[in-house]
Structure formats: structure tokens, C-alpha cells
């Protein structure tokens, strides 16, 4: 294992100096953009267990369960509507102006979070407006990791796009392992927690400054120049592409809240600290960035559709075994090793994002991409977090294996579907170096 990690470790190296200065800048800025995004973004969700209580009014732990979910539904649930937005954005203005003003949103929200007062003092006017903030971040964070991943597609080929596109992926979880980390500082060392939103915002607003520097991708510019000539055929991606890229994008939104959310309720029912809680999410963040960075690494030697299947079935196996390995019993340990297994087998498109996202037409691939992953999000983040909260209570356990198989399902199928594509891509491509030849 060691000598593997050396070696992916030059190889790594080899990839990147071949890169032009233009493009080791841009892949910087974008992964330093998408850290500050997610932190911003994941700081609330990683204090809920804090801040609802200051924000929404306090019920019984039923009603608790189901506000916290309307509280980390709302961040996705209009997300559909920004990708349409941005998609057209992205697609016809630029890449370069999208990503940085989804910084901006992002930065004007932790402002206004920090200044928010709370339920106790202006009632629930405070619950709607946080609500708003949270709509607001998931609509920019959003725009911010699609908007990065296509970028870097575009401006890298295959094998080096696979590492370099999946540190977007590790930059968002470093992202969430720090805001996770802040958070446990600002609960236990007595800090006031309004500091840390106002320290979100102001590296969001230097994010958005730094964004400026980067330059339109090759493949966009051609396409804005083709649009000034003539008008091009639209082309369209398959309705099984666009379904296949939607199962592939409800895997991570299911597998976090599962991971996380899920069983910080069922931590707090057993009278465990929300400070405790937090805590310990960190310790899960800080391992999922691991497997995530080990697995980015290995798509520099393995193929990432091969490395996505047998993480998915691993996962579907976890699912399955889920009910039998709890039971009964709520034993604090096993709870623990459950969410270990599930943040490390994540269902997620890292390494395989160029694969999928080149299969979309350039014209309106931010449109496509972008509204995709919101639309998957928005459902599977409703379905799973309301989803669990009453399937769970009418068939235990056995609830959550019926919520996440069919996910974990559809997320298997998705890769198949894009493995057939790049098998017949290939075979195209072999095909037109004979007849050229």
C-alpha cells in the first residue's frame, strides 16, 4: 500500500507538470473557492443541533426531528430553480461569472445569519429568515461545485482530469471537516457563535476577489464564438444519460444525511449532548476527507467507474446488513462503526465527475449538469430525511434499508449506464484513428 501511494504520488506529480501556469492557477482558485463554499454552507448544518433551538421554537423530540429536516431540506429545495438560472448563466455568459457570484451569495448570507436575532427575541420571523439564508447558500453552493468541476473538465483531459476534477470533491468535505471543526471549538470553548459566520463571510469575499483571475475554458469560448457566426444545433443528452447522472446524484445528499443527521437524532434521544454530537461528526468528517483523498488517488492507477462499482456495492451490502447489525440495540460503539463504514463508502461520483459530465453536450452543459444535481438533491434530501423520520417509526430499522436500497440501486445502475458510454466512446474513437490512418 505504501509503495502504491508513491507511486500515485508521482504520477501525480508527473500529470501536473505537464499543466500550463494558466491552468495549475485556475485549479488553485477553484479548489481554494469550493473549501470556503462549503464551509460556509456545512457550518449551519453541523450546529443545528444548537442553532435550531435558538431559531425555531422548542417541541417535543418527534416534532424536533421533522424541524431539523424542514431546517436541512430548505437549503436544497429551490435549488432547481438557481440551476436554471445559473445554468443559463454558466452557458451563455460564462463559467468564470458564475463561480464568482455564487461566492458572493454565499458571503451576503453568512453576514446576514450573523446579525440574525433569534426566535426569543423577534419569534418566528427568525425561523423564516434563517430558512431564506439556508435557500440562499444551497442555491450558490450549488452553482459553486458544478460550476468548478465543469471548468476543470474543460480545461483537462483524461487520465488527468479523473485526480485533478476529484479534488473539487476533497476540497468541499475539507470544507466540511473544518466548519465541523470550528464548530466543536465555538461549543465547547465558549465562543461566541456568531463569530464563525462572520468569519465565513469574510473568506467568502476573498474568495470572490481571488475568482477573478481565472480565465473562460477553451470549449466555452468556441462555442460563444460558433453562437456569433451562426446559430448551432442544439444538441441534447439521452433521456437515459440525464436519468442515469440524476441516480448517480441522489447517492451523496442520501449517504450524508444517513451518515450524519440520522443518527445525531438518535443520539440526542438517548440524552447524548448536541456539543457531543457535534463532536463526533467531526471524527467522521476528518475520516470521510481520508477515504475521499485515498480514492482520488487511486483513480490515478485505477479506472473510476471500476473503483464507484465496487464502492456502491459494498454500500447496498451495508444497507442490507443495516437492521441486523443495530437489532435492539442502540449500544453507542456500534452506532459509531455503522457511520464509519457509511461515510467511507459515501455513494458519490468522485472519481468518475469528468466521465459523466463530458457525456453532456457543451452548449447547455451547465444547464443540464447543474439542474440535475439540484433537482436529485432537492427530492432525495426530502425523501430521505422526512422519509426516515416516518418509515423508521411505523418499521424500525427496516425503514432505512427501504429508504437507501432503491437509492443505492439506482446509483449502481447509473455507472453501468455510463460505462456502456465510454465503452462506445472508445470504440468510436478507435474506429476514427483507423479510417484516418
Known sequence: MKG???????NFMNLLSGLKREQKEAIGLLQLGTFLEYFDLMLYVHMAVILNELFFPKTDPHTSALLSAFAFCSTYVLRPVGALIFGYIG????????????????????IIMATLPTYAQIGITAAWAVTLCRIIQGISSMGEIIGAEIYLTEITKPPMSYPIVSLIGCSSRLGTMVALGVATLVLTCGIEWRTAFWVGAAIAVIGSVARTRLRETPEFLKIKKLRKLATPKIKRASLKTTAAYFFISSGPPACLYFSYMYFANILKAQGISGEFVVKQNFILSVIEFIAILLITCLSIKF???????????????????????IGNSEYYPLIFSIQCLSVILTLSGVPAVPILIKHFPVMNRFTYVSFIYALSRALIYVVTSFGLVYLTEWFGYIGVSLILLPIAGGFLWGIFHFENLENLYKKKQGTAVLIAS
Not at 502504491?4 to 508521482?10: A, E, G, K, R
Not at 455568459?93 to 448570507?109: A, E, L, N, P, Q
Open 4 to 10: 502504491l501511494n508513491c507511486l500515485n504520488y508521482w
Open 303 to 325: 479506472n473510476p467507474l471500476k473503483i464507484l462499482k465496487f464502492k456502491s456495492t459494498a454500500y447496498i451490502i451495508l444497507v442490507l446488513l443495516f437492521p441486523l447489525m
Open 91 to 110: 452557458d451563455n455568459i460564462g463559467r468564470k461569472s458564475t463561480v464568482i457570484i455564487t461566492t458572493m451569495m454565499m458571503s451576503v448570507s453568512c
